[in-house]
C-alpha cells in the first residue's frame, strides 16, 4: 500500500502550502511565529527525503491494525478481561498482605518467637520529668490543659 502513493509530490504539495501559510503567519504575527510555521512545513519532505515516512506509515498501519483487532475480535476482549482479574488480584492480594503485616507488628517479640528484636535499636533514653518553677495559682490553672497534652504527647 506504501508504494501505491505518490509520496514527493505530496510531501512537495504540504510543504508549499505550509510555507506560504508560515509566510503569512509571518507578515501578521512576526517572525518567531514565521519561523516556526516554516519548521513544521519542512517536515514533510524531510521525512520523505530521509526515509522515515515509510517507517511512520509502517507504525501507523500497526497500530491500527492493532487497535481494529483489538475492538472487533472478541478473543481479545477475553485476554483484556483476564488481565484485568490479574490487576485485581494483584491489588487485593496487596491489601490482604499490608493487613498482616500490620496485625503481625502490632505483637510483642515474646508473642511472635521467629522475630527477634534488632541489636542495634538504641534503647529509649528514660525521660526525666521537668521540673517547672513555682508559678501563682491562676499562672497554673491557665496552662494546666497545655501542660495535660505536652506530658500526653510525651514531650516534657
Known amino acids: 500500500m506504501f ?3 505518490a509520496w514527493l509530490p505530496l510531501c512537495a504539495g504540504l510543504t508549499a502550502v505550509g510555507l506560504v501559510f508560515s509566510f503569512l503567519a509571518f507578515r501578521r504575527r512576526g517572525a518567531a511565529s514565521g519561523m516556526r510555521m516554516a519548521a513544521w512545513a519542512l517536515l514533510p519532505v524531510a521525512a520523505y527525503l530521509t526515509g522515515a515516512l515509510q517507517a511512520l506509515w509502517t507504525i501507523g498501519a500497526t497500530v491500527v491494525g492493532f487497535v481494529t483487532q483489538l475492538v472487533f475480535n472478541p478473543l481479545v476482549w477475553a485476554g483484556v478481561a483476564v488481565a484485568g482479574l490479574s490487576v485485581v488480584l494483584f491489588v487485593a492480594s496487596g491489601v490482604m498482605r499490608g493487613r498482616k503485616l500490620a496485625s503481625f507488628r502490632k505483637k510483642t ?3 511472635a518467637p ?36 505536652l506530658k500526653k504527647r510525651g514531650i516534657s
Open 3 to 5: 508504494n501505491s502513493i
Open 109 to 111: 517479640p515474646a508473642e
Open 114 to 149: 521467629d522475630v527477634k528484636p534488632s541489636a542495634n535499636k538504641a534503647a529509649p533514653k528514660p525521660q526525666q520529668p521537668a521540673v517547672a518553677p513555682k508559678q501563682s495559682p491562676k499562672a497554673e490553672d491557665d496552662f494546666s490543659d497545655i501542660e495535660a497534652l
